[in-house]
């Protein structure tokens, strides 16, 4: 499956904005999806998951609160919601699926990141 990540821009401190993630190749629906991200200077950490069917949701403790995760099946796409902007949140955001379920279980296919730059 290939992705597609947009909707990255400048947002101001307590701003919102909305990512998606558009997913091609095969059926998006065999896929549990999550977004990531990656800081200047800092490594790559988990944002959020959704799963392929019942649309559990999982998310990091920074973000619970701020950010929505969902999911589109019919669209292949998948979407990260973000409210309450941090300063510290400006990172270069990924995409991510993979076929099998659980927490620590390896993200198969990459997105190319969308930078969102928050701005205090």
């Known amino acids: 499956v290939q992705l597609q990540a947009s909707g990255g821009g400048l947002v101001q401190a307590g701003g919102s904005l909305r990512l998606s993630c558009a997913a091609s190749?095969?059926?998006?629906?065999?896929?549990?999806m999550g977004w990531f991200r990656q800081a200047p200077g800092k490594e790559r950490e988990f944002v959020a998951a959704?799963?392929?069917?019942?649309?559990?949701?999982g998310y990091a403790d920074s973000v619970k609160g701020r950010f929505f995760i969902s999911r589109d099946n019919a669209k292949n796409t998948v979407y990260l919601q973000m409210n309450s902007r941090k300063p510290e949140g400006t990172a270069l955001y990924y995409c991510?699926?993979?076929?099998?379920?659980?927490?620590?279980?390896?993200?198969?296919?990459w997105g190319q990141g969308t930078l969102v730059t928050v701005s205090s």
């Open positions: 959704i799963s392929r069917i019942d649309y559990t949701r």
């Open positions: 190749g095969e059926s998006f629906s065999r896929y549990h």
């Open positions: 991510a699926a993979k076929l099998t379920a659980g927490i620590a279980t390896i993200y198969d296919y």
